[in-house]
């Protein structure tokens, strides 16, 4: 066991330990070392244990080679000579791990395989953001915290909250560029951009000190292309480099910890089709977590920075994004320069907080910023820039049991945004409550109002716009999870002023755990979104923008499913299982025409029926009645069916090593359509062929 540990032999120290026996049935939990309720922390609580010495240390050298066989099968296509219906390959890579020294571990992988990975949920994603989707990738996984940097971890939510300096997601992405298919061509593009190799250095001194390091190369994809005039191939990937690097350096025994964070992407662009890619991507900055009076408070600062370096093309496409929108008409603190080659901004934040360890009132203020030119999107995360945002939260909580409560706790917020124009963009108010009873249920209540806000997002690229407030309510209850079947009941309602959308989800999961070697868990979820300003498109009408909006009706269901079976604790068994479907009809098209006028009605005009026509899946509009189309935009209805499955069974045959038999199913449907019928599209979606991906995975685990 001491193999996974790093200690120095020449200078024996205390081990921190804590020993916890918790016994499920009573919901009832003992330690070694007390831990108040009303305390914080975990890790810096722990007692010591002394006496440890003349230990000597494994060399810590591991080599797991892999080797998979991997079989597809999936609805052939006539004339098409990549989609015969059945793909074969055998593969192989591997993972390394060497110790250095006592305080630090180097990871190496060279290609390696994630076959056994869970899918990602399906979404339909009607907004001018990215859907961020967690990380399931082991390697990036493993050790994770020591190369995370959350922008703004305030508490209290916001946009910036899950902004990251480093989204692991980006290293072997799926690529970015699409071919331009002649007539009679067909085409084979990679799903993902293959990881040729990548190495991860992680540790921390007896000092203090904590690094880590990740080096990554992902291959030059290029699509195969096959038609009339030949073969050819395509570069929609280059060449690509990524680094992370992030140092911390604890001080006062802990209450001071000062870190530092550098990310880079460089890519070979050698094909001029690509030059919409930055060449060069850099951010980083600097951190601060400090403790006051007696750890009572804490002050939380950071300053970021971000270079971005590339052909005209490239740094105009990041100023036109959906993350800062420069081209707006009505932008006063940054504008389009098609000639630019670099973009550079800045970010942090600043956040007080009162940790309560001694009181059961708590608290917190943030203030964060993104500046215009600010992005990080090559290897971090962030949906926008060009906006301030200041949120505070109280809180008073009781920990301990009292009355019909085990614990108890009420909550207050609020949140603030401007742009870097001075333009007050949001202000909103909440209040929630959580809490569990004696008999181990639990609850969450909640209640939001967000005022009227302008946003500089909702017409994709054109001028602000002002759009009405809301009022939000969520509530859970969850039963007692020492059950055999235990329950999660929640809900939610998004509910707009002057009528403008009325949206609401119900979801339960249902747990079942007979025994300690099954659990199965089920997760229905139903959505109705009822808008009646849904963004269409924009449409050009004699040299004026004309920004379309609908009324949009969709309903969304889905089930998540959910099989654990420990046949043994070396052989286990695992399904997941996730049939979605979702339909969204669209009427009453208009336009905006006023979008800062002072009555919401007077902020657009709705076309009526002899402004606009429906015509072989195109809406075409006569706007000022001359008989002449002005202009024209597609249906935008649709109906999303999807199925994803992972069924694996994993068996450790013996130490470190394990073989994998996994069979993945996906099926996907997409109709024009916008009817809604739960029955008939669950039928229809299973009566798609579907696409099969059949391994066998082999590690074999090697300690030197």
């Known amino acids: 066991p001491l193999s996974q540990l790093r200690f120095d032999p020449n200078n024996p120290r205390p081990w921190g330990l804590q020993v916890q026996r918790r016994i499920f049935?009573?919901?009832?939990?003992?330690?070694?070392?007390?831990?108040?309720?009303?305390?914080?922390?975990?890790?810096?609580?722990?007692?010591?244990?002394r006496g440890i010495d003349d230990l000597k240390p494994s060399r810590r050298i591991e080599l797991l080679p892999y080797f998979v066989a991997q079989t597809e099968r999936y609805p052939a296509e006539e004339g098409n000579p990549y989609q015969t219906g059945r793909d074969d390959k055998i593969t192989g890579g591997l993972d390394a791990k060497f110790g250095l020294g006592s305080d630090f571990s180097l990871d190496?992988?060279?290609?390696?395989?994630?076959?056994?990975?869970?899918?990602?949920?399906?979404?339909?994603?009607?907004?001018?953001?990215?859907?961020?989707?967690?990380?399931?990738?082991?390697?990036?996984?493993?050790?994770?915290d020591i190369l995370e940097l959350r922008l703004a971890p305030a508490i209290t939510g916001g946009h910036f909250t899950r902004d990251l300096l480093f989204y692991s997601r980006r290293i072997g992405r799926q690529p970015q560029h699409s071919?331009?298919?002649?007539?009679?061509?067909?085409?084979?593009?990679?799903?993902?951009?293959?990881?040729?190799?990548?190495?991860?250095?992680?540790?921390?001194?007896?000092?203090?000190?904590?690094?880590g390091i990740l080096e990554s190369v992902t291959a030059r994809e290029q699509a195969d292309i096959s038609g009339p005039d030949g073969e050819r191939r395509e570069t929609v990937e280059p060449l690509t480099n990524y680094f992370v690097g992030r140092i911390t350096q604890d001080m006062r025994e802990g209450g001071t910890v000062i870190g530092g964070m550098l990310t880079s992407t460089v890519r070979r662009i050698e094909d001029d089709y690509l030059r919409f890619l930055s060449r060069q991507a850099w951010a980083g900055g600097t951190d601060l977590q400090h403790y006051f009076l007696d750890?009572?408070?804490?002050?939380?600062?950071?300053?970021?920075?971000?270079?971005?370096?590339?052909?005209?093309?490239?740094?105009?496409?990041?100023q036109t994004s959906s993350a800062r929108y420069y081209q707006r008409p009505d932008n006063t603190q940054a504008s389009v320069d098609s000639t630019a080659t670099t973009l550079n901004g800045h970010a942090g934040s600043v956040?007080?907080?009162?940790t309560g360890n001694n009181t059961n009132v708590r608290g917190q203020l943030s203030l964060a910023w993104r500046s215009p030119g600010f992005e990080i999107n090559d290897l971090g995360f962030m949906r926008r820039a060009d906006e301030i945002n200041n949120s505070g939260w109280l809180s008073y909580v009781k920990r301990n049991p009292f009355g019909i409560f085990n614990n108890w706790q009420l909550n207050s917020n609020y949140w603030l945004d401007w742009d870097f124009g001075g333009t007050l963009l949001r202000k909103a108010v909440n209040?929630?409550?959580?809490?569990?009873?004696?008999?181990?249920?639990g609850f969450y209540l909640s209640a939001s109002r967000t005022f009227d806000q302008v946003s500089n997002t909702e017409l994709r690229g054109g001028p602000s716009s002002l759009w009405p407030g809301?009022?939000?309510?969520?509530?859970?209850?969850?039963?007692?999870?020492?059950?055999?079947?235990?329950?999660?009941l929640g809900g939610w309602v998004d509910m707009h002023d002057d009528d403008r959308k009325d949206e609401w989800q119900v979801s339960a999961t249902v747990v079942w755990q007979p025994s300690n070697w099954l659990r199965l868990s089920a997760t229905p979820r139903y959505t109705h979104n009822l808008d009646e300003m849904q963004y269409v498109g924009t449409e050009d009408f004699d040299g004026d923008d004309r920004y379309v909006f609908g009324n949009i009706d969709q309903y969304t269901a889905s089930l998540t499913t959910r099989v654990d079976l420990n046949i043994t604790a070396n052989l286990t068994?695992?399904?997941?299982?996730?049939?979605?479907?979702?339909?969204?009809?669209?009427?009453?098209?208009?336009?905006?025409?006023?979008?800062?006028?002072?009555?919401?009605?007077?902020?657009?005009?709705?076309?009526?029926?002899?402004?606009i026509t429906r015509s072989d899946g195109l809406y075409e509009v006569d706007e000022n009645l001359d008989g002449t189309v002005d202009y024209a935009f597609g249906d935008p209805a649709f109906n999303v069916r999807d199925f994803n499955s992972n069924l694996v069974v994993r068996w450790e045959y013996r130490l470190g090593s394990t073989f994998y038999l996994v069979w993945s199913q996906g099926r996907s449907d997409f109709v024009n359509d916008g009817t809604f019928d739960l029955a008939s599209d669950i039928e229809t979606l299973f009566g798609v062929e579907p696409h099969n991906v059949f391994l066998a995975k082999i590690n074999i685990w090697l300690s030197l």
């Open 431 to 441: 209040v929630n409550t959580n809490g569990q009873f004696r008999s181990q249920d």
């Open 25 to 49: 049935r009573k919901e009832e939990r003992s330690t070694w070392q007390e831990i108040p309720r009303d305390s914080s922390g975990w890790v810096s609580q722990f007692g010591e244990l």
């Open 470 to 488: 809301s009022w939000d309510f969520s509530a859970n209850l969850n039963s007692d999870q020492r059950r055999p079947v235990h329950l999660r």
């Open 295 to 318: 750890r009572d408070w804490r002050i939380d600062v950071k300053l970021l920075g971000s270079h971005l370096r590339g052909d005209s093309e490239a740094i105009l496409a990041a």
């Open 108 to 144: 190496l992988t060279i290609n390696p395989d994630f076959g056994q990975v869970e899918a990602d949920p399906s979404q339909v994603n009607l907004t001018a953001f990215e859907t961020f989707f967690a990380e399931k990738r082991p390697f990036f996984i493993e050790g994770k």
């Open 351 to 354: 956040m007080l907080t009162r």
């Open 179 to 211: 071919p331009d298919l002649a007539d009679g061509e067909y085409a084979s593009v990679p799903d993902q951009t293959s990881i040729l190799g990548a190495a991860k250095l992680t540790g921390k001194t007896a000092g203090g000190l904590s690094v």
């Open 573 to 611: 068994v695992q399904y997941y299982g996730s049939p979605f479907v979702s339909a969204g009809a669209y009427d009453g098209f208009k336009h905006i025409t006023d979008p800062h006028a002072d009555q919401y009605r007077d902020r657009f005009a709705e076309y009526d029926d002899d402004q």
